[in-house]
């Protein structure tokens, strides 16, 4: 292609001065992209660096936490405590009656509804949810709990009493009986814990922590009940602490719906008669979320509600907001109420009737054995 137009005539001189011109200009220019690069790589090694922050929990205990703690029942069981005594304890102000004779109770099978008489199921159920080789007063009182919910449990309504399941407690039929465990529910035949005359709902689960909770405190939306409260648990084996960790992304992911924005923490707001979260807060970068406590535990998969937060960056650790004014983890667990004194096993008294039933509480499935106790 032709090019007409017309380019100056330089002087040695003024060629001279260019070149130094253009050259400076280039140094000027590989100045910049040196310091340019030099920040972004600074950006960069400072990224690297920094570790992406960590959620932190410490809990303890294993289940809902109302009623009776298998855990437990096995230490005072070592500590020499009868049945009557365990019962007494974990279910306050309670005393022993008699089931309705020829009591029927209807269990949910897969998808079938068995009608198995009541000692049998019982039977079917001490032996799935304690290990026979417990002392035999801590399989006597899980005889008479188990005996208890299954007459007081609506789990199905009209259709059937309870799941087989950890839905209600776990029932595992002829196939899971064992001498031991038939021998706590021979000894402790048609007995069942009541209240004020009548039968009360005995719940129970594998773990406390160390203190029980109030009925109204863990199935949220529930009334409080006089024998459902909650009290101290001295005698666990110890083994029911835990600790969990979540990468902050990995957090948010189990809290979707409830992070607005990037997600920051939790802050706790009140908890339970134990340490069990009542209500908290999703901490985000555009806000705040309420959480209820077992909703909490279930997205997270804890093992009770019973949790502590810290946050962990780098090799530094800062405990979470907590305005719920119970001591942090390695206080010794509020004590509501002292152990039990042994004493002789009082009398059952005659047969009171049965059949009346004490009011269900105000939750959308019976959750009483949780995990079956190892």
Not at 13 to 22: N, P, S, V, Y
Not at 113 to 137: D, F, I, Q, T
Request: charged share 15%; net charge positive; no cysteine.
């Amino acid at each position: 292609m032709r090019d007409d137009r017309v380019w100056p005539v330089l002087t040695a001189a003024e060629m001279t001065h260019t070149f130094r011109r253009l050259g400076g200009i280039a140094r000027l220019t590989l100045a910049s992209a040196v310091v340019v690069g030099a920040v972004a790589g600074t950006a960069a090694t400072a990224s690297q660096a920094a570790p992406a922050p960590t959620l932190l929990i410490e809990g303890a205990g294993e289940g809902h936490g109302v009623g009776m703690s298998q855990d437990g029942a096995l230490g005072l069981a070592r500590h020499g405590f009868a049945y009557q005594a365990i019962l007494a304890h974990y279910y306050t102000g309670t005393a022993l009656g008699h089931a309705p004779a020829k009591a029927v109770i209807r269990v949910l099978v897969g998808n079938r509804v068995l009608r198995v008489p009541l000692e049998r199921y019982v039977r079917g159920v001490v032996a799935a949810e304690m290990p026979s080789s417990w002392p035999l007063p801590a399989l006597e009182a899980q005889a008479v709990a188990s005996r208890t919910y299954a007459l007081t449990s609506h789990a199905g309504g009209s259709r059937f009493d309870v799941y087989s399941d950890t839905r209600s407690q776990v029932y595992e039929g002829v196939a899971a009986e064992t001498s031991r465990t038939n021998q706590a529910v021979a000894a402790t035949a048609n007995q069942i814990v009541t209240y004020a005359g009548r039968p009360a709902i005995t719940y129970f689960f594998a773990s406390s922590g160390g203190v029980t909770e109030s009925i109204q405190n863990s199935f949220l939306g529930s009334q409080p009940e006089p024998w459902l409260v909650g009290v101290s648990d001295p005698y666990e084996s110890g083994t029911s602490a835990w600790r969990a960790s979540l990468r902050f992304a990995d957090a948010a992911s189990r809290l979707r719906g409830l992070v607005k924005g990037s997600f920051r923490g939790i802050e706790v707001l009140r908890r339970g008669v134990s340490p069990r979260i009542l209500a908290a807060l999703v901490l985000g970068s555009r806000g705040t979320t309420p959480v209820a406590g077992p909703e909490l535990a279930a997205r997270f998969g804890l093992a009770s509600t019973w949790a502590y937060f810290s946050v962990r960056r780098g090799t530094a650790v800062t405990r979470e907001p907590d305005r719920s004014g119970h001591a942090a983890p390695g206080s010794p667990p509020p004590t509501p109420a002292p152990p039990p004194v042994p004493a002789p096993a009082p009398p059952v008294p005659a047969a009171q009737g049965g059949g009346a039933q004490a009011p269900s509480p105000a939750v959308s499935a019976s959750t009483a054995g949780g995990v079956p106790a190892r």
